[in-house]
């Protein structure tokens, strides 16, 4: 079982003594495709799992998922968080076990979903459901100081309901002088990098976890692997790029050796994160990132997005 850096207080204590440092954004990495960002006293949750939901679920079937770390913090405990990001509704990005101690411990929190899976959220979560803000490819919801841009991702392919809303996202999110990319569960499908390069992305967040699916197609698979994500991250101008969705189950749980290798070839800045670990970082952009033209507002109307 792997042991986190930090847990429970000393994770809580060193989330809120990340204060002191100012001008910067602190990230740390929740296992899987889960990250806490905090700036400026703002706390921002990115698909997180802190429960054994999953495990429990599964446990005794062909599908059976097994934790191989050991969780990060009770959510219950977790306090100083405005916002959480969900890029779908699979269990490990939308976890009611997860969202709702979370709600318990903060009160006026908020919860950015796509807008094409909006109702299924509000179900899964029921009557003590935080706010929902849904946002669609090709728009941006604003919340406190964050714009968050939906970016779409392909889990094989893109989807969408009958009025055009948006199944599954990335995020681009903007505030202050950064731009962190969180490419949840895509592969890299023909629209991404033109999505994506729209801005100067300091951070990114890339899935490794692609393998052929049941029947070993590449075509299959609903994720990138280590060589996309790093080939990726090169391709938008990343200044840095963090692997994720790997050591939290047991099954289908890659190295991160192809994607440090294939970053150290190309010249992409990089770091892997330990379960539990705070990175620390100012607003360094590549000079050859790209600039931003504008997005529409999200509005609720039907048909939005590419």
């Not at 976890?209 to 299959?220: E, F, H, I, L, V």
Request: with cysteine; glycine share 10%; proline share 7%.
């Amino acid at each position: 079982m792997i042991v986190p850096v930090q847990k429970d207080e000393d994770f809580l204590t060193d989330f809120r003594e990340a204060d002191k440092v100012s001008g910067a954004i602190h990230v740390w990495w929740l296992g899987q495709s889960g990250f806490l960002i905090k700036w400026a006293g703002q706390g921002l949750l990115l698909d997180p799992y802190l429960s054994d939901s999953l495990s429990r679920r599964t446990e005794g079937t062909p599908e059976e998922l097994r934790r191989v770390s050991e969780r990060v913090v009770d959510p219950l405990q977790l306090a100083g968080i405005d916002y959480v990001v969900c890029c779908g509704t699979d269990p490990d990005r939308l976890d009611p076990e997860t969202i709702l101690p979370l709600r318990a411990a903060n009160p006026a929190l908020k919860v950015v979903v796509p807008a094409g899976r909006a109702a299924e959220a509000e179900s899964l979560l029921g009557a003590a459901a935080p706010p929902l803000v849904p946002v669609n490819a090709g728009t941006y919801v604003k919340c406190g100081p964050f714009d968050f841009h939906g970016i779409n991702a392909a889990n094989p392919k893109i989807r969408r309901d009958a009025q055009g809303n948006s199944h599954d996202l990335g995020y681009v999110i903007l505030f202050g002088p950064f731009a962190i990319f969180h490419a949840g569960e895509t592969v890299w499908h023909t629209h991404l990098v033109k999505e994506v390069r729209r801005w100067s992305v300091n951070l990114a967040f890339l899935p490794i976890n692609g393998t052929g699916g049941a029947d070993g197609k590449a075509s299959d698979r609903t994720s990138m692997n280590g060589f996309e994500a790093a080939a990726f991250g090169k391709a938008v101008s990343a200044s840095l790029a963090v692997p994720c969705h790997y050591d939290l189950f047991e099954r289908d749980n890659p190295t991160t050796e192809e994607f440090s290798s294939c970053c150290d070839r190309l010249g992409q800045r990089y770091r892997l994160l330990k379960i539990g670990q705070r990175l620390t970082m100012g607003p360094i952009t590549d000079p050859s990132a790209g600039k931003a033209l504008p997005s529409e507002p999200y509005t609720g109307d039907s048909g939005l997005g590419y």
